[in-house]
């Protein structure tokens, strides 16, 4: 068993290590040099656990899927309301570019060629099949305009969060993600939300990321 553990720790640590290359150099410019001495594992350690690097990017990719799945599964049960919902992942999510190197190594590497496929089947699909089903409950309590459909609701909305994610690199912008993430759900629920879910909501204001707690905003928009 502690032999186990100690397999455990070493692959988990090499991920950990080339999530922070990845993140930082990409895909093609990474280092496994660079990989081993940031986990302290040898190269046969290496080795034992992935064949390449290409294998090393891919238990990246897996390990960012099980952080977006807790993510969705975490706001799972919420009796919020779904656009309510949405923010919370999406914050989240914001919360993990910032802070867990693994979700920013799978933002860089999505936009390689060699994983362009990980756009329709990796961890992006685990939030956006959720925020779908949220827009369709939106849809059904007749707080989404007859106009635009769910999929049109988290199709733009996830492009606008990746064009804020990407901005925030090219120009070095300081300003929270958190809130650059929560400035495009609103300009597009301002386009896509029920006039009667947004004068509710101005009066509301977002809840905090806290399951259940809501907290009315001072700079909501008029």
């Known amino acids: 068993m502690a032999q186990q553990e100690r397999a455990r720790r070493t692959r988990a640590a090499i991920v950990e290590a080339a999530a922070a290359e990845f993140a930082r150099r990409g895909y093609a410019a990474a280092s496994v040099n660079t990989i081993l001495e940031g986990s302290n594992a040898t190269k046969g350690a290496m080795y034992f656990h ?9 238990a990246v990719l897996s390990a960012a899927l099980e952080r ?3 993510i969705t599964e975490k706001w799972k049960g919420s009796t919020l309301h779904p656009y309510f919902v949405v923010h919370g992942i999406i914050d989240d999510i914001a919360s993990g570019f910032q802070n867990d190197v693994v979700v920013r190594a799978e933002f860089r590497l999505i936009v390689e060629p060699e994983f362009y496929s990980e756009v329709q089947t990796g961890a992006g699909q685990a939030w956006g099949k959720a925020g779908y089903e ?18 049109k609701f988290i199709r733009v909305l996830a492009a606008s969060l990746a064009g804020q994610r990407y901005m925030a690199d090219l120009v070095s912008d300081s300003r929270d993600l958190r809130l650059m993430f929560e400035e ?15 004068d509710e909501w101005k009066v509301s204001g977002w809840p905090s990321n806290e399951l259940g707690t809501v907290e009315t905003a001072s700079d909501l928009p008029v």
């Open 184 to 198: 495009s759900l609103e300009v597009v629920l301002y386009a896509m939300a029920s006039q009667q879910w947004l």
């Open 68 to 70: 977006y799945v807790a």
């Open 50 to 58: 992935f064949q390449s690097k290409e294998d090393l990017a891919r």
């Open 134 to 151: 949220l827009a369709c409950r939106a849809q059904e309590a007749g707080d989404l305009r007859s106009e635009f459909s769910p999929e």
